[in-house]
């Protein structure tokens, strides 16, 4: 076992990850890696988008296969390699201008209606 797959099987450990979660996420990692006959460190977020496209496009995978392998690989990424590799854009946009996230959560809870703004039933 390579040090690398140790450490992001340790990783997992750490943060209580089942143990077919931990088997997913390295066959979706070493996956990644044979597809480039390379170490999956030594490469960067252009690979892995061509990656996820090649399962998309190519291999026609199930969306939830596409979702895990895109989970190991930004768990990998962020948690043992802690490198930022953005996988999809996960930003709101209004005109241009990037939202907070503070300000997004503030309309969300401004437009979900509470409980007084029910209409009343009489029994």
């Given amino acids: 076992m390579t040090p690398l797959r140790r450490r992001m099987i340790d990783d ?18 070493a996956r990644f890696a044979l597809y480039f006959l390379t170490s999956p460190d030594r490469l960067g977020p252009e690979h892995i ?3 996820l496209l090649y399962l998309l496009q190519v291999r026609h995978v199930s969306l939830s296969y596409y979702r895990g392998t895109r989970s190991a690989l930004r768990f990998f990424y962020r948690v043992t390699l802690a490198r ?16 907070a996230a503070q300000e997004v959560r503030r309309s969300v ?15």
């Fill in 12 to 29: 997992m450990t750490l943060r209580n990850f089942t143990p077919k979660t931990i088997q997913a996420y390295v066959r979706s990692v």
């Fill in 49 to 51: 988008r061509a990656y």
């Fill in 84 to 99: 930022i590799i953005h996988t999809h854009s996960s930003t709101a946009r209004l005109g241009g201008s990037e939202l």
């Fill in 109 to 123: 809870r401004a437009s979900t209606p509470t409980p007084f703004d029910q209409p009343q039933r009489c029994v």
